[in-house]
């Protein structure tokens, strides 16, 4: 059974950074690429970014750009988000999802990701 179990969320100051974790189990890692999205209260769930199964290739919505890096490590099946300045407007529950196959191609259509997470609250006070 895949598991996708996210963790590094908390409430956090305007300016401080957070780094999240995403671990996953009952997949071959390395054949996935990996999301990152984000659901603000009252709001649909956006793409905050992507990284390929071999982790050369990430793409990140526009706005983010410049302040989140994602990154993986397939020895430990675990994918990265990390958040730098942040803002109020970062305040969310924060979802990996796993997208199967080897292509350096980024999707960023919540749609084509298979395996979720449950989520981790970031609030971001002010």
């Known amino acids: 059974q895949v598991q996708l179990v996210e963790s590094g969320g908390g409430l956090v100051q305007v300016g401080d950074s957070l780094r999240l974790s995403c671990a996953a189990t009952?997949?071959?890692?390395?054949?996935?690429?990996m999301g990152w999205f984000r659901q603000a209260s009252g709001k649909e769930r956006e793409f905050v970014g992507a990284?390929?199964?071999?982790?050369?290739?990430?793409s990140y919505t526009n706005s983010l750009k410049g302040r989140f890096t994602i990154s993986r490590d397939n020895a430990k099946n675990t994918v990265y988000l990390q958040m730098n300045s942040l803002k109020p407007e970062d305040t969310a529950v924060y979802y990996c999802?796993?997208?199967?196959?080897?292509?350096?191609?980024?999707?960023?259509?919540?749609?084509?990701?298979?395996?979720w997470g449950q989520g981790t609250q970031v609030t971001v006070s002010s």
């Open positions: 999802a796993a997208r199967f196959g080897r292509t350096e191609f980024i999707f960023p259509d919540a749609r084509d990701y298979v395996h």
């Open positions: 009952g997949l071959t890692f390395s054949n996935y690429a």
């Open positions: 990284i390929s199964w071999s982790g050369r290739t990430t």
